[in-house]
């Protein structure tokens, strides 16, 4: 009985001493990735359509595996209606009409798919690219930071009702209902605008809406855009996107969890491409009401990673951007974190004053910052040694390396299983720039 005693805490601190090596970044007892995502999407054939879904959906409706779906034309789901989704449906978005499914305010989706069976959003074309479709987008009533605290998103979609199109209200708490084993790959089709559909997007979602286990892969648009609302995202994946990974802007009171972005340089747009976007407001701040709460996220076991096997060129090239973008107005709380391979790290708005006011807004903690070419930035200025002596401060646990990607995470070159946690006993570092 003893040595048994004896056996089982050595394992235990064995088993403990493994798991707080890898505290940082993803993390997780085993691969979570494994099983519900597909990290080579064109590799899948799906079943033609034997369903159409168009127009509006006004009552309740489930969704079967047994049926392949077609999105025509934007798809509302209205009057309070819930939408469910059995684990293992396919819908497909219509490249032709821009097929695409908006949850308005008030209404419910239910895609509550299981690990070994996910449910996927795909595109209609036999080869697909990114942009082959529109996106999701799930309207709530929580609270924005605009005037009125109400908006509209308007994606070329001919709806009936600016009830349709409209977000924002009183309601925190408010259930748009659930995603989670959800996989949306090839949205973001451009608008007549020049922009893109988002693939997807919250906006003024309540915090009793539950998004986890989602994978967004090849999206010509942002991968998750969060418009307002208090959104908890846990085990989000955003894989190869053209633009924007995790987009927070517009009053958003956010936390991410768990959750990985892999970029890669060559699919990545020359403008506004990055990781996470911490925003208040775009361009315009004129309907932005500065007595409601601005953007505030805290984000927390995070791994940021762009894929190369020639980073140091494709950053010389002008292919690499910076991990993370961090806007006047707004807050970011990141910790336990890995940012590796981009130039830089973090860049701050140029409007924001490095003052004390600002970087108690910003803080970075027990982050590993690996293989970039420069750290932490102001937008448009090479000297950081303010935030250079601030960040690298040893209170704050940040260390830096320079390790290469197969000595620092596990194993990111399988093509169907990559892991992306960190290598146990491999990294080394140190808490100076």
């Not at 973001?188 to 286990?213: E, I, P, S, Y």
């Amino acid at each position: 009985m003893k040595n048994l005693t004896q056996l089982l805490s050595i394992f235990l601190l064995v088993f403990c001493n493994a798991y707080s090596q890898q505290e940082k970044g993803i993390i997780g007892t085993d691969n979570w990735l494994n099983s519900w995502t597909e990290f080579n999407p064109d590799s899948k054939e799906y079943a033609e359509a034997t369903e159409i879904l168009t127009g509006n959906i006004s009552a309740d409706t489930k969704l079967v595996k047994q049926n392949t779906y077609k999105l025509l034309g934007n798809v509302f789901l209205t009057n309070g209606a819930t939408l469910t989704i059995e684990p293992g449906t396919v819908i497909i978005g219509d490249f032709k009409t821009n097929g695409s499914l908006i949850i308005t305010k008030g209404a419910t989706i239910i895609a509550d798919g299981l690990v070994t069976d996910p449910i996927v959003f795909t595109s209609s074309r036999s080869v697909k690219k990114a942009g082959d479709w529109g996106g999701i987008v799930i309207l709530g009533d929580a609270p924005i930071n605009k005037f009125g605290n109400g908006a509209s998103v308007n994606n070329d979609f001919r709806s009936a009702s600016y009830d349709h199109i409209s977000y924002g209200g009183e309601n925190i708490e408010s259930n748009s209902g659930i995603l989670r084993y959800v996989r949306i790959e090839y949205a973001g089709k451009k608008l007549t605008n020049g922009n893109n559909f988002n693939a997807l997007l919250l906006a003024g979602v309540g915090n009793q809406t539950v998004l986890d286990n989602i994978m967004i892969s090849f999206a010509a648009g942002n991968s998750f855009d969060i418009f307002g609302g208090e959104v908890n995202l846990s085990k989000a994946v955003s894989f190869k996107s053209n633009r924007i990974d995790f987009n927070f802007n517009y009053g958003a009171q956010s936390n991410l969890h768990n959750s990985l972005a892999v970029r890669s340089s060559y699919i990545s747009s020359p403008d506004g491409s990055r990781c996470l976007n911490v925003a208040s407001y775009d361009n315009d701040k004129g309907d932005i009401d500065f007595s409601k709460k601005q953007t505030a996220i805290t984000a927390t076991n995070i791994t940021f990673l762009t894929a190369s096997d020639d980073l140091e060129t494709e950053i010389s090239m002008g292919l690499v951007k910076e991990a993370i973008f961090i806007g006047e107005y707004a807050e970011l709380d990141m910790s336990k974190s890995v940012i590796s391979g981009f130039n830089p790290a973090v860049l701050f708005e140029d409007k924001i004053r490095i003052n004390s006011e600002s970087l108690a807004r910003v803080k970075f903690s027990e982050m590993y910052f690996n293989n970039c070419n420069g750290n932490i930035f102001i937008e448009y200025n090479t000297n950081n040694e303010d935030l250079e002596s601030w960040y690298g401060n040893s209170s704050f646990f940040n260390v830096y390396s320079k390790g290469l990607d197969a000595e620092t995470f596990i194993d990111i070159k399988s093509s169907r299983k990559p892991d992306f946690r960190l290598r146990i006993n491999k990294i080394i570092a140190s808490n100076k720039y």
